[in-house]
């Protein structure tokens, strides 16, 4: 019997290469999800810090201008930290897209290697059953040679 050969071979190979491209793609939205996120939180902190530092000032009793420029500055990390959450929000649709795409392309490679595996499973069985059939034939071959063997010594014997 011939070997096994899967009839979409190359189907399944497009299906593997699209998973591993969305899996790829996947990775590459999560990091930078990751790196939005690792910004805005760097903003807040910095924020966090500014404001700190004002209170700390107004307590010593700076001058207005010092005063006035810090406060400037925070309103400039705060329109900072807001593009920062714009950017995380983008960035987790971004994600969250690349995930469903990952998903479509991993339940279009497996109904792929479904069909590879009943492919097989049919394969196996006709060699088996081939198999089965040529050890059959070999033992009625036999049986019949040791009956014509048989009865040519009984007629000797005659």
Not at 19 to 31: G, T
Request: charged letters at 30%; glycine letters at 2%.
């Amino acid at each position: 019997m011939k070997r096994f050969q899967f009839s979409l071979q190359a189907l399944l190979t497009v299906r593997r290469r699209q998973e591993q491209i969305a899996l790829e793609q996947f990775a590459q939205a999560a990091a930078a999800r990751q790196e939005a996120a690792d910004r805005l939180n760097a903003v807040k902190q910095e924020c966090e810090t500014a404001w700190a530092l004002g209170r700390e000032r107004l307590g010593a009793g700076a001058p207005a201008s010092q005063l006035a420029q810090l406060q400037d500055y925070c309103r400039v990390l705060e329109q900072l930290r807001k593009t920062c959450e714009r950017a995380v929000k983008d960035a987790q649709r971004a994600v969250d897209l690349k995930w469903e795409k990952l998903l479509a392309a991993r339940q279009a490679r497996e109904a792929v290697d479904k069909f590879l595996e009943r492919q097989r499973q049919r394969y196996d069985r006709e060699l088996q059953q081939e198999e089965q059939k040529m050890l059959d034939d070999i033992v009625n071959q036999r049986a019949q040679a040791g009956s014509h063997w048989k009865a040519a010594l009984q007629n000797a014997l005659n």
